[in-house]
Every structure is written in C-alpha cells, then in structure tokens.
C-alpha cells in the first residue's frame, strides 16, 4: 500500500441497504476526512478525524456515519443509502493541524437506485 | 469563513503560462490560501499554499496581493496535463477545507 486506498471502486446499491465505504492510509498521517463530489461541484465536507479516536461532521453529515479506531482506517458508513446519496466520495488524510495539505485517495462511485 | 470567487473557465496555449485569478476580500489574518487540482475524475493534488508572501514550488508560484484580499496560480509553462478544475481554498478554523466549483483550465495545444 502506498499513500492512500479506497474501496470499493465503484457500487451500485439499492436505497434502503447499508454500505461501508474503506478507506486506509499508510503515510501515518493523524487527521482523515470524507468528502462527496456531485457532478460538475466542488467537494463537500462530510466527516472528519483529527486523531484517532475522534470524529466531527463536517459541511454535510446527515446520512453518513464514520468511526476511527485506529490511525490508518476511515470507514464510511451509510445506514439506510438514499437515491441524494449518489455520487463521487473522496477520502484525504493530512499530518493533521490547520495547515497541512491533504492527499486524497482515487475515489469511490457509489450510485443508490 | 472566507469564501473565494473564482472565474468558471479559461484557456492557456501550451507553453505559456497559465495564470489562474482567485479572490478572497474576507480573509482573515490567519488564513492561508491553498490550491488544488482535480484532473478529470481522479482525487484532488494539492498544489501550493501560502499565508502573504510569495510561494514557488517545483509545480506552480503563488502570489498573494499586499493586502490579502486576491491571490493567482501561475503555472509558468502549462502543458496538456496541466488540463484541470483548479480549486483556490481558503483554510477555515479546524481542519475544514470547502471547496468551490473552481476554474475549468484548458490547455490547447
């Protein structure tokens, strides 16, 4: 593993089942994030880590679950996927502080029907 | 939080460089203003950042006006794959980094 993972790739879903997005790092970075990309927008914030252990929502949180239980894995979680849901999501993770920049992951395409 | 206008598109001839205009008049005295890009589908790359003075890396230079309140990405000879959305960010408190639509760069050759 080099830098950061995410998987699935891809996903067709049906609304109403439970999905668990992976994410990993092996860079030991402190601070994790998911965000989601709609066509033709920017990126918006969904969770995020600061540390392991810790979590906070970010700009759009409603829906979506995460956990941290170790420093290198971000998991995302919808409960019960909804057809809004559909869309790009991008895990990043960053030494951690104000000011580090962050390295994303290649993305997962999640479509709810 | 300091909020960034961006132009939605613009095209750079191969070889020239492309200057990439972001304002961001709200800025607060400890914000820095990052840059990314997104290259078709893949994640966004990070690119730059910086606080007042002038920045230049092996990518691009970022120059921010005496008072803060606008900022440009210079890639001094663009190429095809320098083709992108190019995100101009300014950091909010606690780790939180919103994205704008960001400006579509075309190079032609």
């Known amino acids: 593993i080099a830098g950061i993972t995410q998987a699935p790739t891809s996903q067709i879903l049906a609304a109403g089942r439970r999905m668990t997005l992976r994410c990993t790092q092996d860079?030991?970075?402190?601070?994790m994030y998911w965000y989601r990309q709609d066509l033709g927008l920017g990126l918006r914030l969904i969770h995020y880590?600061?540390?392991?252990?810790?979590?906070g929502k970010g700009e759009v949180p409603d829906g979506y679950s995460v956990s941290r239980a170790n420093t290198d894995d971000f998991p995302l979680t919808l409960a019960s996927a909804v057809p809004s849901q559909t869309s790009v999501y991008f895990c990043?993770?960053?030494?951690?502080?104000?000011?580090?920049?962050?390295?994303f992951g290649p993305g997962t395409r999640l479509t709810v029907l | 939080d300091a909020k960034t206008t961006q132009p939605p598109s613009m095209d750079c001839a191969e070889g020239r460089a492309a200057n990439l205009p972001c304002n961001h008049s709200?800025?607060?005295?400890?914000?820095?203003v990052y840059w990314y890009r997104q290259i078709h589908s893949q994640g966004p790359q990070y690119i730059i950042h910086?606080?007042?003075n002038n920045e230049t890396n092996e990518m691009a230079s970022l120059i921010i006006t005496e008072d803060r309140k606008s900022s440009t990405l210079i890639l001094p000879h663009a190429t095809l794959r320098d083709t992108a959305v190019y995100y101009c960010?300014?950091?909010?408190?606690?780790?939180?980094?919103?994205f704008g639509a960001g400006t579509r760069l075309t190079v032609k050759p």
């Open positions: 709200t800025i607060s005295g400890n914000e820095y």
């Open positions: 910086g606080l007042k």
């Open positions: 960010i300014v950091r909010v408190y606690n780790n939180d980094m919103r």
């Open positions: 880590s600061n540390t392991a252990g810790t979590t």
């Open positions: 990043a993770s960053s030494l951690g502080g104000r000011y580090n920049e962050q390295f």
């Open positions: 860079m030991r970075h402190n601070a």
